[in-house]
Each structure stands twice: as structure tokens, then as C-alpha cells.
């Protein structure tokens, strides 16, 4: 039985509102580390975890009470001036609010979580005693791990909760330690009790109900909208209801006969105003999905915080643009690839304090995250103020690697050199640790950026850091694309992908390196015909050609001709997955127009192909 019988309906409706609260909470206090005297956040900060501490304790959630109950305590010292407020207690404090979250998790499968681990209850009570943890930087430094070690799932991640940061118990071992001998002593001489401010492992208690096995992510099925916009919905609705009725009185003098030139005119002048009526209404609609991209920032000042100090770096994420709206299905898909981009930035792009000092650098390094809109697309850029990354380098490593061959490598520009992180299995670490270095992060980047019609690019300098611009439409419920013809079968192709349109003459196409190439602008690109990608039968040359650029790959798509632009809702094909199609529409004729997934197409052809796509040829 649930532990929360008849309450379901309150425990979604805390779970809500309790975790965008912990998250603002984190969020302010990686802010108020940097203004430790600002009472009026502090004040900020108390009042929020009191509103989670009341309503767990409405929800009779006894562990997660004590939990807060502890945690706020210690803010209340640090507002009345009773405490000051250090990195080290701070670690102590962020450990605690990460075993918070993870109790979200027990209690997003209505089951009561187990009371935390007493290590971080004894070092929360140490901390207000008036003990101070001292910094334990040298165990937060890589260290060389078997390959085939991968993390557990926690209970967070069971459930679809946020796991952006570092769990806490990694956290807590990394950051917080136990002082030296001789202060151990001393403090045991001062206080009656002396809590042992010792590193928590994650295998010193284990949770009796921690799931066996992770299941997949769910997501939020639930979304907050602004009432001005449902108002605006209702009203078009009953617009276009006022219309319908028009038309159905005019259709029924047409069908009376009394079909005269009034008559016509009225229905053209019907049909127009419903064409506009439902314009204003998809895009009403539309809106009452968009939400605040600030909502998925707000989660990585203390990401970028917590790793930033387990590598001994002073690194300090800006957020701009948080006002930006964007589909609310693609926030929640945009979470991993944000994570490892920023952990990346922090990690790889940031340079070490000594490398700054050298280079006449500020001992603090600012890593800014954006979000604008462009047209009808969403800008997001990940910057840092690092090091660079050089081109010769990163094929060196992929060339050592097995990733490319000399071949490929000799024939890659700069921009083609630096796409090439985002291969499966690059890393530039030479050493394995629980931050990176198996040649995974960027590759999930890229995947997951491609299933949003989404695409990332990367620029650098030497010396002065980098920027990766993930560039998205604004929603995926509606899809642009161009209609192209296979014989007499229509294909939907993501316009997002498409540069140009061409005639193509079978007698300029030529063999290179035994590949179908053309020649465009005086730029030598890869051919392929839609017919072998998705084998079918050629029944004659392809007279026209699509230019597309798919992440770093530039190739013409050989076509037999093609029907215009349209934008499109895509629907799922059930119970079967042709090869390369993403799902079905209607035309406005009303024949099925079949979606192609090109990346899919790609990524299943051959691997001379896929090398031939990303090489330029010579």
C-alpha cells in the first residue's frame, strides 16, 4: 500500500512546487557564497526551505522534516549573524539539500524515503556546534578508474528527477573531510559532543528501498500557463465557431441552388476568415506550451559550482537570456545535453589557476550561458574564457584514437577538426575520472540536439576560450520542411537542413576515390541519391539535388523532383518503422507525405559513406 493513500493528488502538487523551490534555493546559494553578507537573501533563502520543511511535514514526511529542520537551523544562525558562512560550510549545506532532492525521488513513487545518512546529520550538527570542515581539495582530483566502472543509478534518477549535479554523496566525500588529528582533538576538548565531520560513503548505509534497477525517465506530464493565454485560446475558439456556423449556412444555399455571385463572394470572404482565425489559433496554442528556458538555467550555477571546486578552479556561470521561451517538451530534452556542455566548459575549457596566472588572466573564470531568439529559432551558447582548442590537436587525438584515418585526417579543415569532439568515443583526457574521459559527453550532445532538429557548432581561439551554439526551432509540434519527390512518392525533408535547391546534370557529377561527387561554388561535395539511402530501386537519374548541412556533414541530396514547402504536425506510424522515416502527414491535397529522419538515414548507411560525408574531397 502507498504511504501516501488519498493524498496523491497533494504529494504531485508538493513535488511541483517543493522542487522548483530546492532548485531556486541552490540557486541562490551558490550566489550568496559570493555575497555571504546579504541578509536579505539569506532571508530569501530560510523562507524557501521553511515552505519545504511545512509541507513535507503536512505530507507527514518524518525524514525528509528532520532533514530540513536540521538545514534550516543552520540558515537561521547564518542570518542572525551567529555563523559566517565559508566554501567548506556551504559544501555541507549543498550536501544537504542534494539528500533533499534525492528524497523527492522516494516520494515521486509515493513510498517515504529512509531518514539521511547520520554522516551528514552528524556534520550539519558539527557545523552548528561551531566546528568547521575543513577543505578536502586533493580527493577531488581524477584518478585513473577501470574503464568498464560505470555510476549506479540513484534514486533520483529511478524517477526522472534532476541528477545534473554531482551526487551528494561523491559531493560530500569530495569536499567536505575530517580535520587533522590535532584538531580533532581540540575540538573534542571544547565541545561535550563531538560529531565525527567525517566524509559519508555511498556504501556505508544503503537505502532498504533504493530501486534495483533504474527505469526509464519520466517526464513531466503537467505545465503552468498563463491565464491571459488560455483566455485567448477560448476566444478564437469561439471566433471559429461564429465562422463555422457561416459556412454551414452558405453551403446549405448552395446546396438549395441558389449559388449567385453574393453567394460565392460570402464564402471566399468565410473560408479567408477561418483560414485566419486558425492561424491565430495555432499559434495561441502554440504559446500556451512555451515556458522560460530560465526554469532548466536555474539548475546549473550549482553544477558549475560544485565541480568547479572538486577541481581546485574558480569558475563562475552567468546566466543571460533566461526570459527566453521555448517549447516545453524540448526543455525537458535539452537538460543532458546542457549538463555535459557546461560540466565541459568547467572541466576542459577552463584553464587551471596556474595557466591563468601565466597568461596574465583574472584568477576567476567565467563561463556564460545564453539564450536568445533569432526568427523563428532559439539561440543557446555555452562560452568560456579558457584555453582554446587547437585544431592539429584534436586530430591527433582522434587519429590515435582509431576514430579517422590519415586520410580523413589530412582532409579536414578547422572547422571539420573541431566538429570532431562530438565523435563517439573522443575524449582529450588521457585519464579516466568520475567528471569525464570516456568519450561519451559530446557525442550525447550532438545525438540528442539532432532529435530537437536542432544543430550545434563550435568555435574557438587559442588562448582565449570557446563557444558552442546550439541553434533550435521554437517548437516541434510543427514542422517546416521541403516536399520532395521519389518517383511519384512525396518525402518530407527538415527544412532546417536544406540550403539550396538544384538542377543536377548526370554528366557533372564525378568519381572521386570511387564516390558520386559534385562540384558546387567550387566546393567538392558527396553525393547521394535518396533511392539508395533508403534502397530503393533507381528508375531513372536524379534530375534535381538538395544541399544539406546535417552538424558537420555538407552533402546533395539526389532527388527526382520537388513539390514546395509546407509546414507540417507529424504523425507517429504505429506498429511499424520503415527505415529512415520519422512519421506521416497529409498534403494539402490529402495524400500521405511520408517524413524522412535523415539523420537515421545517415548514421545507417555504410561506414566509406559516413567517411565520405565527413571528409571534404580532394
Not at 540513484?154 to 590535532?182: F, I, K, M
Not at 587551471?352 to 531568439?373: C, D, M, N, T, W
Request: proline fraction near 6%.
Amino acid at each position: 500500500m502507498s504511504a501516501f493513500e488519498g493524498m496523491e493528488e497533494l504529494l504531485q502538487d508538493f513535488l511541483t512546487e517543493a522542487g522548483d523551490m530546492l532548485s531556486d534555493v541552490d540557486n541562490k546559494l551558490v550566489v550568496l557564497e559570493k555575497s555571504p553578507h546579504d541578509r536579505e537573501l539569506l532571508n530569501v533563502i530560510f523562507r524557501g526551505f521553511h515552505t519545504i520543511k511545512g509541507g513535507a511535514g503536512f505530507l507527514n514526511a518524518t525524514p525528509l522534516v528532520e532533514l530540513c529542520h536540521r538545514t534550516e537551523n543552520l540558515f537561521d544562525k547564518l542570518r542572525n549573524g551567529q555563523l559566517q558562512l565559508t566554501p567548506e560550510i556551504l559544501d555541507v549545506i549543498l550536501a544537504a539539500t542534494g539528500i533533499v532532492r534525492d528524497m523527492f525521488g522516494y516520494l515521486a513513487q509515493a513510498r517515504m524515503p529512509d531518514p539521511a545518512d547520520d554522516h551528514i546529520l552528524q556534520a550539519l550538527d558539527a557545523v552548528l556546534a561551531g566546528e568547521t570542515p575543513t577543505s578536502k581539495q586533493e580527493a577531488a582530483k581524477p584518478v585513473a578508474i577501470p574503464v568498464a566502472a560505470e555510476p549506479q543509478p540513484t534514486p533520483a534518477s529511478a524517477v526522472g528527477h534532476d541528477t545534473s549535479g554531482p551526487d551528494w554523496h561523491v559531493l560530500y566525500n569530495a569536499l567536505v573531510g575530517a580535520a587533522p588529528e590535532e584538531e580533532t582533538a581540540r575540538q573534542a576538548a571544547a565541545a561535550p559532543v563531538t560529531p565525527k565531520v567525517e566524509a559519508p560513503k555511498a556504501v556505508d548505509k544503503p537505502r532498504t528501498n533504493t530501486p534495483t534497477t533504474a527505469t526509464p525517465s519520466a517526464k513531466e506530464n503537467t505545465i503552468r500557463i498563463d491565464t491571459t493565454r488560455l483566455d485567448q485560446v477560448l476566444n478564437l475558439s469561439g471566433e471559429i465557431g461564429l465562422t463555422k456556423n457561416r459556412l454551414t449556412c452558405l453551403r446549405s444555399e448552395i446546396v438549395a441552388g441558389r449559388s449567385t455571385a453574393d453567394t460565392v463572394k460570402a464564402l471566399d470572404e468565410a473560408v479567408s476568415q477561418l483560414d485566419l482565425l486558425v492561424s491565430d489559433l495555432q499559434n495561441a496554442v502554440m504559446k500556451t506550451r512555451m515556458q522560460p528556458i530560465g526554469r532548466l538555467f536555474q539548475k546549473y550555477p550549482r553544477l558549475a559550482r560544485d565541480l568547479a571546486r572538486s577541481l581546485g578552479k574558480d569558475v563562475e556561470l552567468v546566466l543571460e537570456g533566461e526570459e527566453t521561451e521555448i517549447d516545453k517538451t524540448m526543455i525537458e530534452d535539452l537538460n543532458d545535453p546542457l549538463v555535459h556542455l557546461v560540466r565541459n566548459a568547467v572541466d576542459h575549457g577552463v584553464d587551471s589557476p596556474e595557466e591563468r596566472a601565466a597568461a596574465g588572466k583574472p584568477a576567476k573564470s567565467i563561463v556564460k550561458l545564453s539564450a536568445h531568439q533569432v526568427g523563428d529559432h532559439i539561440i543557446i551558447e555555452i562560452t568560456d574564457d579558457g584555453r582554446g582548442m587547437r585544431a592539429d590537436v584534436l586530430r591527433q587525438k582522434a587519429l590515435a584514437k582509431g576514430l579517422i584515418d590519415v586520410e580523413t585526417a589530412n582532409s579536414l579543415d578547422e572547422r571539420q577538426s573541431l566538429n570532431l569532439v562530438f565523435l563517439p568515443g573522443f575524449s582529450t583526457k588521457d585519464m579516466i575520472s568520475d567528471v569525464s574521459g570516456r568519450g561519451v559527453g559530446m557525442d550525447v550532445v550532438k545525438t540528442n540536439i539532432s532529435k530537437l532538429n536542432g544543430r550545434i557548432d563550435v568555435k574557438t581561439v587559442i588562448g582565449q576560450g570557446s563557444v558552442f551554439t546550439i541553434t533550435l526551432p521554437l517548437t516541434l509540434a510543427i514542422l517546416p520542411v521541403l516536399i520532395v519527390r521519389l518517383g511519384k512518392q512525396p518525402f518530407a525533408v527538415p527544412l532546417s537542413m536544406v540550403r539550396e535547391i538544384m538542377p543536377i546534370n548526370p554528366k557533372d557529377i564525378q568519381q572521386v576515390s570511387g564516390r558520386a561527387t559534385l562540384v558546387v561554388r567550387e566546393e567538392v561535395l558527396p553525393v547521394r541519391t535518396l533511392a539508395s539511402l533508403l534502397d530503393w530501386p533507381e528508375a531513372s537519374p536524379p534530375a534535381f539535388g538538395v544541399l544539406m548541412q546535417a552538424a558537420e556533414i555538407s552533402f546533395v541530396l539526389a532527388i527526382d523532383g520537388f513539390i514546395g514547402r509546407d509546414d507540417v504536425v507529424i504523425k507517429p506510424l504505429t506498429d511499424i518503422k520503415p527505415k529512415g522515416i520519422a512519421g506521416a502527414t497529409l498534403s494539402g491535397e490529402g495524400s500521405v507525405v511520408l517524413v524522412l529522419d535523415m539523420e537515421e538515414l545517415l548514421s545507417a548507411d555504410s561506414k566509406e559513406t559516413r567517411a565520405s560525408l565527413f571528409a571534404k574531397a580532394s
